[in-house]
């Protein structure tokens, strides 16, 4: 599970659970806590892989966000986040059983629609529970303290505009281009404008579409690359979730079946929180992906369509 906690409330402003620790899970959590808390002054992670990788100091850089790196070999520095993960196993995790979603465990349901009731339980959770417990440390539910501590500065969270949103979230690498015009791209080829020969260019890409590549140098944007010879459709990070089941005790109690009922409730009569914009169940969005872009959820199901067509795919 990836998190972000805000340290002065304790409250999470992003969060999602997945199969693997990469930096497309990473993205998938930190750009709905952006879209729906606003842009902090600093983000503080630890040193693992997916938050070393260039694509985080790049997004962070666009929407300038100091990153900070703990301490190697001193776990004094995560105590909160690590907190809240002793949390979320003794309040949640203990909660999900069979009875109340057997796929997440990889027996009945696809993997997707497995994910997709996790996070949707979460979600609801962490909105109608956590953010409203009185924190131990705090003396204040993590809401009431977020809301508080805004009010105290006169001011509110920093929003990003949608397009700077987009921007910061694709991914870049450096090429230079041929004397016949192309650039190539983890084993595609591209051609480029002529006048770009023998330049070092920017390419500007979704992870999950290596068809759509913006060409950008000096400052300047040259268009899309012409795609001439594909063989792979996303980049080699951007990989499908794969099962791992998740043991967990049961209580024989559907306790995250009456939260998330409760969370529906709370957004119906409440259209003031933000919230639900971002994890909205309408049948043409995916909880947690914004308008437009494609999720990994969408990868999945696209990925194995691909490779039915022969290898690159």
Request: net charge negative; charged share 20%.
């Amino acid at each position: 599970m990836f998190a972000f906690l805000d340290d002065h409330s304790r409250l999470v402003t992003g969060y999602r659970f997945g199969f693997a620790e990469d930096t497309v899970r990473l993205a998938a959590a930190l750009e709905p806590a952006l879209a729906a808390r606003g842009v902090p002054g600093s983000c503080y992670v630890d040193n693992g892989s997916a938050y070393v990788d260039s694509w985080l100091l790049r997004a962070c850089g666009k929407l300038g966000i100091a990153l900070v790196h703990s301490t190697p070999h001193r776990p004094q520095g995560r105590g909160k986040i690590e907190r809240f993960f002793r949390t979320v196993r003794d309040q949640f995790l203990v909660e999900v059983t069979d009875t109340t979603a057997a796929d997440l465990a990889g027996k009945q349901l696809s993997t997707t629609a497995g994910l997709l009731e996790l996070n949707a339980l979460f979600t609801a959770w962490v909105e109608s529970v956590y953010h409203h417990q009185v924190h131990s440390e705090t003396g204040q539910t993590p809401l009431a303290r977020w809301n508080h501590g805004w009010q105290a500065a006169g001011c509110g969270p920093v929003m990003p505009a949608a397009e700077a949103l987009t921007e910061a979230f694709l991914w870049s690498a450096l090429r230079t281009v041929t004397k016949t015009a192309t650039v190539s791209l983890h084993g595609n080829t591209y051609q480029v404008e002529a006048a770009l020969a023998g330049r070092k260019v920017e390419l500007v890409f979704s992870p999950f579409n290596l068809h759509l590549i913006e060409v950008r140098h000096g400052g300047r944007s040259y268009g899309q690359a012409v795609p001439h010879v594909i063989t792979r459709h996303a980049h080699p990070k951007a990989r499908p979730e794969t099962p791992e089941p998740i043991p967990a005790p049961a209580t024989g109690i559907a306790y995250l079946q009456l939260v998330a009922e409760a969370h529906q409730q709370q957004v119906a009569d409440d259209e003031r929180i933000g919230f639900h914009a971002l994890y909205s169940t309408a049948p043409d969005q995916i909880p947690g992906q914004l308008a437009g872009q494609l999720s990994i959820d969408e990868f999945t199901d696209d990925q194995a369509g691909h490779e039915q067509d022969g290898p690159g795919r």
